[in-house]
Structure formats: C-alpha cells, structure tokens
C-alpha cells in the first residue's frame, strides 16, 4: 500500500540512520528542506516546458523541494554474498536541479546516428556516482520513475510513480543508488520490496543493529563470533573478550561457524583462529598441509604465520612460495602468503629474488611489513640498483602507514631495533646524495622529514 504520510517516511529515514551509525557505518546529515510553493512548481514547469505528474508534484508542495538521504557501510563489513555490490544508500532530488533530458537525447542520438536513447520525455531528478540517471517518465500520467545505464542504454523500471519510488527505497532502507545495489530487489515490474531477497537483506541489516547494541555481546561467545562475523574485523575489544573464553571452546565453536559458512565469510573466522587461538590450533594446521580440503591457501598461510612456531611456520609457507616460482618469481604471491609473520627473516629470504623479479609493488610492501632491522635496511640502500629501489619505496610506504593513513595500509611500520636517529640521517643523505633524478631525492627529503615515526 502506498503511503504517502511523509512525517511517517521520515521517521524511517532517521531509523535507518541511526541503524547505519550503530553498526559503525558512516551517515551524512539529512537534509529537508520546506515544500516549495504553488509558484515555485509553475516556473519551474515552465522553465522545463512540462507539468509535473501528480504525485512528483504532491512530493514536492506537501514534503519538501529538496532532500539527501546518505549513508555508506563499514569498509570492512562483511556481506552475505548476494549483497556484495551494495556499500551506501541514497534518496535525493532537488527542484533547482531537475533537468529535461530532451536535449541529452538529441545529442546523443545524433553522435550515435539517431540510435533511440530512452531519454526523451524524461526529467532527471538524480544522478547516480557512476553516472547513470534517475528520472521521471513524463510519456505516462502518472510519472513512473526509470533508471537509465549510461553504458548499455537500457531502462530499468524502478516504481509506478514518484510516491512509490520513495517508499520502495526507504523500505529497502535506502540502498542505491547504482544498478547493481538495485538488481537483486528488482523483478520484471520494479523495485520489490517484498522480495526474498529484500526480506532477507532487511533481516541482516536489523541483525547486524541489534547485535551491534547488545551490551552483553562480548559475553556470550554466540553473540560475539556472530557480531564478528557480520563486521568482517577483529577490533582489540572483540579480541580481550574472545580471550576470556576458553581457548578450545572458541576454536570447536569456530570450526562449527565455518562449515556452516560460504568460501567468502571465512577470513574473518581464520583470523577468530589466528589472534585468538594461536598456537592452541597447531595440530589443526599442521593437518591442512597434509590435507587442504576446502581451505584458500592464502588462509593456510595466514594460519601458519599466526599458529605454528616461527621457524617452521616459514619453512612451510617459503616451501610453497617456491615451488609457484616454477617459470617466473611471482612477487605477488610471495607477498600475499609471507606477509603475515611480520619477520625480518622474510627479508633475508628475499635476497635472493628482487633481481630477478619483473616489478617492485609487492617486494617493497613486503618488506616494509616484515618488520625489518636497521642493519637490513642500510645493507639494501647500499647495495644500489633494484634493492635500493625496493628498500627506499619501502621506507616511504612505512611511513605513510603513520602521516597519511591510507585505507589501503592496515599497520603502522617502523624499524625494528634502530640505532641513533643521527647515524640513520648520515646514510639516508648519503644515499641521496648519489641519486640523480630530483624526483628520488624529493622521496628520500620526505623519509628524512619523517624518519621518527619509524624509530620508535
């Protein structure tokens, strides 16, 4: 049933909000502005040389001329599988900025050799991020609101008129607004909002609400390997309080979850393993290398770093890097499985491949991640050519882990046992010194400006 008790809209709007905010998510403020006047809606329709639909007007003179509903998840949130395309939602127009496509259709038609666009007789109340366009289908009485792909050209029906649009979305707790956060609530008619998918999509989100609120989570083992699970991180109070628990039970409850689980929900559930079981999980491990079964070795690897004592854990894991190494060194899968046992033995290891590697990305990360000693770093600068190059891009990358704080860098790096900062600056202009290109001695200028954040 449509509604159109807007107060009521409202009230859900600002309930999907604080939903958004309780599970970490960000929220931006919401913006209503008062209806617009009678005059208002008649210089517009003039200026746009169409008369609005009764329910875009209705929206307009009974609620507001302009509204932004947005929110955006957790980057680190981890989505039933379906869901993976959503990250943010959105509901917004704006009657100063409503625009006839008649013209966008000319022109596209006419760079296209009078191809049918879809646009005319359309006015854009929305803009998606990604370009494509929402609007009202002026053809039709009652305003049906479309969605057009800019790439494809095609149309999408979204709802009957502009009052079902809104509540369609809401009902769907905002999500969009790009196509592919609409498809799987999409079916041959519009936007369904009673779907199975949008029944079980509003169940996850009210899920992951309640649990984020709940004070007793970190509690009850259930509650909190079920909250972990649907926020995709570990932070250090899920950690104190899954440390609480007996280290067996959360390792069988653990091994219950990820049978239960698909491939794309099991990261999060070997890092429950890694940081809070630890070495109590060796024999488990050990059992993977005889016997991947169904696990990513990525994850052994991370499983081997985190659970198995560091020698033989590297054995094991270099093992593998290796026998990839079979018509080429594949730096990327060096770093991908050695990357997790921060240990400046990795560098050593190294050594021997960075001349015959093809790039330097994964060289200099990895690096940079394992910890690694003053003596390693000098010996890298002054040995010239690839690994000076490595060693260098890898101090720049530790040190924007601190002053910058990238997304893309999850940890803070530094030296580990350095000497004096003065015999670390006698080196590093040095090693300066004999650079050519301006472009190298401005990166080596910015580690020397911020040398102490990796030495500390």
């Not at 008790?5 to 931006?28: D, M, P, Q």
């Not at 879809?118 to 366009?133: P, S």
């Not at 059992?287 to 198995?308: E, F, G, V």
């Not at 004096?420 to 301006?438: A, C, T, Y």
């Amino acid at each position: 049933m449509m509604n159109n008790n807007y107060e009521v809209i409202v009230h859900k709007w600002n309930s999907i909000l604080n939903k958004v905010s309780a599970f970490g998510g960000k929220v931006r403020p919401l913006i209503i502005e008062p209806p617009a006047t009678e005059r208002e809606i008649l210089e517009k329709e003039r200026s746009l040389g169409v008369s609005f639909p009764p329910h875009f007007k209705d929206v307009l003179i009974r609620f507001s001329k302009h509204v932004e509903f947005n929110w955006y998840l957790p980057s680190s949130i981890n989505l039933p599988k379906e869901f993976r395309e959503i990250f943010s939602g959105e509901i917004r127009w704006d009657l100063n900025s409503l625009e006839n496509l008649n013209n966008l259709a000319e022109e596209l038609e006419s760079r296209y050799e009078g191809e049918e666009t879809g646009l005319r007789n359309k006015i854009q109340f929305m803009m998606a991020g990604n370009g494509d366009i929402l609007a009202v289908d002026m053809a039709k009485s009652n305003g049906p609101i479309i969605y057009w792909d800019h790439e494809t050209a095609e149309i999408y029906s979204l709802a009957d008129n502009f009052i079902e649009y809104i509540n369609y979305i809401t009902d769907l707790y905002g999500v969009g607004s790009e196509i592919w956060q609409y498809e799987m609530f999409l079916d041959e008619h519009a936007l369904n909002p009673n779907s199975t998918a949008a029944v079980k999509w509003r169940h996850w989100f009210d899920t992951f609400t309640m649990l984020s609120k709940d004070k007793d989570r970190n509690n009850n083992l259930d509650k909190l390997i079920k909250f972990i699970l649907y926020s995709g991180e570990i932070k250090q109070t899920e950690l104190k309080a899954l440390k609480k628990f007996d280290t067996n039970i959360v390792f069988n409850k653990v091994q219950e979850c990820i049978k239960e689980v698909d491939e794309s929900h099991r990261e999060i559930l070997y890092r429950i393993i890694g940081e809070a079981v630890g070495e109590h999980a060796s024999d488990w491990v050990r059992s993977l290398w005889n016997n991947p079964m169904d696990i990513n070795l990525k994850y052994r690897s991370y499983l081997t770093a985190k659970c198995l004592p560091t020698a033989e854990g590297l054995e094991r894991v270099i093992y593998y890097v290796e026998s990839q190494f079979t018509n080429s060194v594949k730096d990327h899968i060096a770093k991908e499985h050695l990357c997790h046992f921060r240990n400046y033995r990795v560098i050593d290891w190294m050594k021997g491949y960075i001349s015959k590697g093809t790039t330097k990305d994964n060289w200099y990360s990895l690096f940079a991640c394992s910890e690694p000693t003053w003596k390693q770093v000098k010996e890298w600068l002054e040995n010239g050519g690839k690994f000076r190059m490595v060693a260098m891009n890898a101090l720049e990358y530790m040190i924007r882990s601190w002053n910058s704080n990238p997304s893309y860098i999850q940890e803070n790096y530094k030296i580990s046992n350095p000497p004096f900062k003065d015999e670390v600056l006698l080196v590093l202009e040095k090693v300066k010194s004999e650079e050519i290109l301006n472009s190298k001695k401005k990166v080596y200028d910015m580690i020397i400006d911020h040398i102490d954040y990796l030495l500390i």
